[in-house]
Structures are given as structure tokens and as C-alpha cells.
């Protein structure tokens, strides 16, 4: 089972990155993919999470309306388009896969259903 990260960097505030999550040895369908981030000396927090089952999202607030997942099942991709970026999401970015559950916020919140992770790809916005 894998989940690699890619597409992380370096970008100044108000500019945008796309993030890809590669998925393999498992079934993509039956799974919650989503996206985390760990900012330095916080904790690690849901971002956004995609239910392959039905297609439903959950965003965390503070991305709404400049962050989006997407995904290519043919491909068992996962994408994270970040627009309008802010120093305040210089973190650390991870995919995930977690066990489908309801509702999607608690399975995203709590992390607690996380079954698969990839390594992480830095993401520095300057101000």
C-alpha cells in the first residue's frame, strides 16, 4: 500500500500549487481519500476529504472557496488545488486514506479512521 505525495514548494502569498496523491495497493472506491496538513508546533489538521463512494466533500473552513480535491479513479489519483495561498498554510501536506464512514466531517476531524499515509510534501507560502 502506497500514497505519494508530490508537488510541494515553495510559493509566494497569493499564489497557487496543486498537490498529487498516487495511490496504489489498495481499492481506491472504498476508501475516504483526504487531504492534512502540521503546520510547526501544531497539530495535524483535516483539510479536505473526498468520499470515492458517493463523491462528497468536506472542506475545512478556512479553505473554502480557495482550496479544491479532485480526483482521476482511472488514474487512482488525488489532487489539492490550493488558490490564493496564505503564509498561514505553510504546513507540512499529507494524503490519506481512511475508512468510509459518516459523516465525512467526523471521519476528516478525527483522523481516527486514517488507515494509510503517505510521507508528506512541504508547503512554504511567503508573505
Known amino acids: 500500500v502506497q500514497l505519494v505525495e508530490s508537488g510541494g514548494g515553495l510559493v509566494q502569498a497569493g499564489g497557487s500549487l496543486r498537490l498529487s496523491c498516487a495511490v496504489s495497493g489498495f481499492t481506491f472506491d472504498d476508501y475516504v481519500i483526504g487531504w492534512f496538513r502540521q503546520a510547526p508546533g501544531k497539530e495535524r489538521e483535516g483539510v479536505l476529504c473526498?468520499?470515492?463512494?458517493?463523491?462528497?466533500?468536506y472542506y475545512k473552513d478556512s479553505v473554502k472557496g480557495r482550496f479544491s480535491i479532485s480526483s482521476d479513479n482511472a488514474k487512482n489519483m488525488v489532487y489539492l488545488q490550493m488558490n490564493s495561498l496564505k503564509p498561514e498554510d505553510t504546513a507540512v501536506y499529507y494524503c490519506a486514506a481512511l475508512q468510509d464512514s459518516v459523516p465525512l466531517a467526523y471521519v476528516c476531524q478525527t483522523q481516527e479512521l486514517a488507515d494509510y499515509w503517505g510521507q508528506g510534501t512541504q508547503v512554504t507560502v511567503s508573505s
Open positions: 473526498l468520499a470515492n463512494s458517493d463523491g462528497s466533500t
